[in-house]
């Protein structure tokens, strides 16, 4: 599967203040991923990420050439990428963006389908299986065997009911 070189880390929902600040709703595990990075990409364009700071769920940003509440509202509705060149993942885990599409088998061998979405739950995530039919696995490592994002191929546990 081919790795696209961008990775969408959030949208810009809200002006903060009038300085020129910008609300993004952050979409990686934790709002203070975002806060790491010196650059970010704003339709394919990098954009100095000049202070970042946590606000709830939310990231506070403050991006080089956005002066005043003018400017921010115009990047209202952006999508706010992340250079995959710029992120070291821990051992054993990968962006999902390098899985949706990837095939998922079970562990007898069945061809379930492919992993079509990832629901971001409190608890734990959903993947989301359409094959023949759809099938919702818990993202726990009692159903989620193995997941290899570089052959595209995710090898699950199914029980009864599922």
């Known amino acids: 599967m081919e790795k696209a070189k961008y ?56 991006l080089d050439g956005v002066e005043n509440i003018n400017a921010a509202m115009a990047l209202k509705g952006k999508i706010v990428c992340i250079d995959r060149s710029d992120v070291r993942l821990p051992a054993g885990q990968v ?38 039919r759809e099938i919702l696995i818990p993202d726990v490592p009692e159903f989620i065997l193995s997941l290899d994002a570089e052959s595209g191929l995710v090898t699950v546990h199914l029980i009864e009911g599922m």
Do not use: M
């Open 95 to 132: 962006f999902v963006a390098d899985i949706i599409g990837a095939r998922v088998v079970s562990d007898t061998g069945e061809e379930l389908g492919v992993l079509a979405d990832v629901w971001e739950r409190p608890a734990n995530n959903i993947f989301v299986v359409r094959g023949r």
């Open 7 to 62: 990775l969408e880390a959030g949208k810009i929902v809200n002006t903060h203040g009038v300085r020129g600040e910008v609300k993004i709703e952050a979409w990686a595990d934790t709002p203070e991923f975002l806060c790491g990075f010196d650059t970010v990409y704003i339709d394919g364009q990098a954009v100095d990420l000049r202070s970042a700071r946590v606000h709830g769920n939310f990231v506070i940003a403050s």
